[in-house]
């Protein structure tokens, strides 16, 4: 089975400062993508930040990015220079393939408040 | 480009009600997804398509819920009855196929059932 593991309910941060969350994984395939999603009080889910299992070098998007390490099955999300805006829930996903397709397999979530 | 559509974005009802949510995914997408999310939880899968056939319905629970997708395009979620720990929200999300593509939400229904 294709589990995702975040063990950090929540998580609190100063503003402008660093803030890493952690998640980690179990698969038995060898290319796969991993991806954070990000959720608001607004309960809309958007996409932070995608890795590309075999790609050896961190995703990075603006203030996101990941410490992906293969071996350890750890896909960690570090979010630089925090802001106010960045007070939501953070979700863990990876795509489990079942039949014809694939869907996102998510983690429990950690919730990061930023504060000022 | 318009998101992910859904409808109602709240919703009470008691038990043993029906109850039907409405998606209209992102034009194009050919794959949609119903996730089921209780509180402090993350989201689960309850049921893909592709166009218009199911891919995945294995967490569907089909004594009470059921879902269809006509013409490959808008879909539909329905409970009947409901029970109490249905109260949830109910995240609609489409994409193109293959695993790494990105899955755009809507903005869910939260279902309260009394």
């Known amino acids: 089975a294709q589990t995702v593991t975040q063990s950090q309910p929540e998580m609190s941060v100063q503003e402008a400062e660093t803030v890493t969350l952690s998640c980690t994984y179990d698969?038995?395939?060898?290319?796969?993508?991993l991806f954070w999603y990000k959720q608001p009080p607004s309960r809309q889910m958007i996409l932070v930040i995608r890795?590309?299992?075999?790609?050896?070098q961190n995703a990075t998007e603006n203030r996101f990015s990941v410490n992906f390490q293969k071996a350890a099955k750890s896909f960690s999300l570090k979010i630089s220079d925090s802001q106010l805006g960045d007070t939501a829930m953070y979700f863990c996903?990876?795509?489990?393939?079942?039949?014809?397709?694939?869907?996102?397999?998510f983690g429990k979530g950690t919730s990061l408040l930023v504060t000022p | 480009e318009a998101g992910v559509a859904q409808s109602p974005r709240y919703k009470i009802i008691e038990k043993r009600q029906s109850v039907a949510f409405w998606c209209n995914p992102i034009?194009?997408?050919?794959?949609l997804y119903w996730y089921q999310q209780i509180l402090g939880q993350g989201p689960k899968l309850l049921i893909q398509?592709?166009?218009?056939?199911?891919?995945?319905d294995s967490q569907l629970p089909k004594d009470r819920f059921s879902a269809e997708r006509l013409k490959g395009v808008d879909s539909t979620l329905k409970i009947q009855p409901a029970k109490l720990e249905d109260s949830a929200v109910y995240l609609c999300?489409?994409?193109?196929?293959?695993?790494?593509?990105?899955?755009?939400f809507g903005q869910g229904t939260r279902l309260t059932v009394v």
């Open positions: 398509f592709q166009n218009n056939g199911v891919v995945d």
């Open positions: 996903a990876f795509p489990a393939h079942s039949n014809s397709g694939y869907a996102l397999n």
């Open positions: 698969t038995s395939e060898s290319n796969y993508y």
């Open positions: 034009s194009g997408h050919a794959t």
């Open positions: 999300a489409s994409s193109i196929p293959g695993g790494g593509t990105e899955a755009f």
């Open positions: 890795q590309e299992a075999y790609k050896q």
